[in-house]
Nanobody, 127 residues
Framework: QVQLAESGGGSVQAGGSLRLSCVASGNTATKNCMAWFRQAPGTEREGVASITSAGTADYAASVKGRFTISQDNAKNAEYLQIVNLRPEDTAMYYC?????????????????????WGQGTQVTVSS
């Protein structure tokens, strides 16, 4: 089992920045792919960024250029830097993890396959 704990959310004005963190604990050797998803009320969960243990990142088209995913393998942590926040970025942001047989499977095209999830951290952007 892997436990994930997010932090770093908050309320910011449009144009501001946030850095979300996710720390993994437990049997972390069972994962080699981590990702960030977000979900606003009344909407489906949306993938925003993923990263393999080797550092290969993938982004949803809607966030490219503003979101940057990174990791610190020594700390079992991943981060999501968000700049130029927009009101439409308001959502609960979730950290997720899985093990993939091939690096190309580490993507945010779908939430299925991610079997470890954190509790989420709320991001609220006001205009």
């Amino acid at each position: 089992q892997v436990q994930l704990a997010e932090s770093g959310g908050g309320s910011v004005q449009a144009g501001g920045s946030l850095r979300l963190s996710c720390v993994a604990s437990g049997n972390t050797a069972t994962k080699n792919c981590m990702a960030w998803f977000r979900q606003a009320p009344g909407t489906e969960r949306e993938g925003v960024a993923s990263i393999t243990s080797a550092g290969t990142a993938d982004y949803a088209a809607s966030v490219k250029g503003r979101f940057t995913i990174s990791q610190d393998n020594a700390k079992n942590a991943e981060y999501l830097q968000i700049v130029n926040l927009r009101p439409e970025d308001t959502a609960m942001y979730y950290c997720a993890a899985r093990r993939v047989p091939f690096p190309s499977w580490c993507s945010v095209a779908t939430a299925s396959g991610y079997n470890y999830w954190g509790q989420g951290t709320q991001v609220t952007v006001s205009s």
